[in-house]
């Protein structure tokens, strides 16, 4: 079964960067897009960031500019670069496979998350 790793998480001040990342075993993980979520305290796990398998990438507003989503296909790793990091970008980050629905948006493909990695950033 495929495993996920995320890393790399810390305290950082406002303003600070912070460089995640995902490991994954198993095989197959350069055929499939993938994705940074997160989930703020209080809120629902939202994706920041996809990239797809040929590294076509996509970010949410709140990140756009900010955050940068990368892949090595040949490490089995994905990476989310966080700069100028802000008070409402604390959470606990998580990388997942991701399938496109119906309507063309990407959604979490495994439904059996990480540990994942926290990010607090400080005022």
């Known amino acids: 079964q495929v495993q996920l790793v995320e890393s790399g998480g810390g305290l950082v001040q406002a303003g600070g960067s912070l460089t995640l990342s995902c490991a994954a075993s198993?095989?197959?993980?350069?055929?499939?897009?993938m994705g940074w979520f997160r989930q703020g305290p209080g809120k629902q796990r939202e994706l920041v960031a996809e990239?797809?398998?040929?590294?076509?990438?996509n970010y949410a507003d709140s990140v756009k500019g900010r955050f940068t989503i990368s892949r090595d296909n040949a490490k089995n790793t994905v990476s989310l670069q966080m700069n100028n990091l802000k008070p409402e970008d604390t959470a606990v980050y998580y990388c997942n496979f991701l399938i496109r629905g119906l309507s063309g948006r990407y959604y979490a493909a495994k439904s059996d998350w990480g540990q994942g990695t926290q990010v607090t950033v400080s005022s």
């Open positions: 198993g095989s197959g993980f350069g055929s499939y897009a």
């Open positions: 990239i797809t398998s040929d590294g076509r990438t």
